[in-house]
């Protein structure tokens, strides 16, 4: 089949323009020669620009095992598009991708620049990809630990969409008086990353021009997004939705504890506590013989006695029955927490 996919004429990569066979070239010279981001990021231009109508992708695993799929490249076109509408870019914007090019987040910042026309630079998706850069950019993309790392800088961003992850509070306070428009963004594989977008202060998530959503009678976000997704998309995310276009994220169904027959949302706890908390945590249902389940609460920290106010922002059923401490989280390879692994060491 004939490849009709184009390039933006006002697309740029690291300062340079680029025809199909050009950019084909230099993605053949990252293979040969490059890192392994841009390895990865030169497989990813030589599978865009082949004859086939999709990409092959890894998802990160969070919620299973790691699998490969298939992504149509008409989707991915609708979902730059979409984004393009809903964060006002326009061609010539800067934009910096330093997310792996080898999940579907940092493929998109790629897609997005080919098919908006942004001024795109690359760089080694580390932990603190602003080190050593001066430069101010439109449009960024990061996971909460590279925000975090970069908290010094990160006024070099106008717009910064964080994923992955949630932000915590910490971070969210630091970034509370600087002159950056950050938004936490939810979204999947299934959906081409985002179809909604919050500013980190606002409750409730704004659905994308290209989505519609529902709930089911678990209370379980659906979604409707036939440009970029096959089918209804069916959620195991818990919302309160506030209109037809907007939410607020509650929780994992498939995180809630059943304690003594009382139902907790781990989400929920977590929200109370991170004002008291300044380090990673989380709270998981561990096996009990009287409660079926008790509440845990698991800190990235040395031990250390917490703050009283902590336990006193809780209800007497959200009250965690043990506090373990971990050296390390362990994480899927895009920075999510792998809450029940964690504690399988």
């Not at 030169?42 to 992708?57: K, R, S, T, V």
């Not at 080898?102 to 942004?118: D, E, N, P, S, T």
């Not at 439109?138 to 010094?152: C, E, G, K, R």
């Amino acid at each position: 089949m004939e490849n009709n996919i184009c390039i933006h004429p006002s697309f740029r990569l690291n300062g340079h323009a680029f025809t199909k066979e050009s950019i084909s070239e230099m993605a053949i010279s990252l293979i040969r020669e490059g890192e392994a981001h841009e390895k990865d990021l030169g497989n990813l231009i030589l599978q865009w620009f082949d004859e086939n109508d999709y990409i092959e992708l890894t998802t990160s695993g969070t919620t299973g095992k790691p699998k490969t799929i298939k992504l149509s490249k008409e989707a991915m076109e609708h979902s730059a598009l979409a984004t393009g509408e809903f964060f006002k870019l326009k061609p010539g914007d800067s934009a910096l991708l330093c997310l792996p090019t080898r999940y579907i987040a940092g493929k998109m910042m790629f897609v997005r620049a080919v098919v908006l026309g942004l001024a795109l630079d690359y760089v080694n998706p580390t932990k603190d990809p602003l080190k050593g850069n001066n430069k101010v950019y439109d449009f960024v993309a990061m996971v909460p630990l590279q925000v975090h790392n970069s908290i010094t800088q990160i006024e070099q961003c106008k717009i910064l969409i964080v994923g992955g992850a949630k932000l915590n509070s910490l971070t969210k306070e630091m970034l509370k008086d600087m002159l950056v428009d950050v938004y936490e963004t939810y979204g999947m594989t299934e959906t081409i990353t985002h179809i909604a977008a919050k500013k980190i202060d606002d409750p409730y998530f704004t659905v994308l021009p290209h989505a519609n959503i529902s709930t089911d009678d678990r209370g379980c976000l659906m979604i409707e997004a036939p440009l970029v997704a096959n089918g209804l998309v069916v959620t195991n995310d818990i919302v309160e939705m506030q209109n037809d276009i907007q939410f607020k994220w509650i929780g994992r169904i498939d995180n809630v504890i059943n304690s003594g027959g009382v139902k907790l949302i781990p989400e929920k706890i977590e929200q109370k506590l991170s004002d008291y908390i300044p380090y990673r945590f989380y709270v998981i249902g561990k096996n009990d013989e009287s409660l079926g389940q008790k509440l845990v609460l698991v800190i990235e920290h040395e031990p250390y006695t917490l703050v009283p106010e902590a336990m006193e922002s809780l209800e007497k059923f959200e009250k965690p029955k043990e506090i373990l401490f971990v050296n390390k989280f362990k994480e899927t390879p895009t920075g999510k927490i792998l809450r029940k692994e964690t504690l399988e060491v």
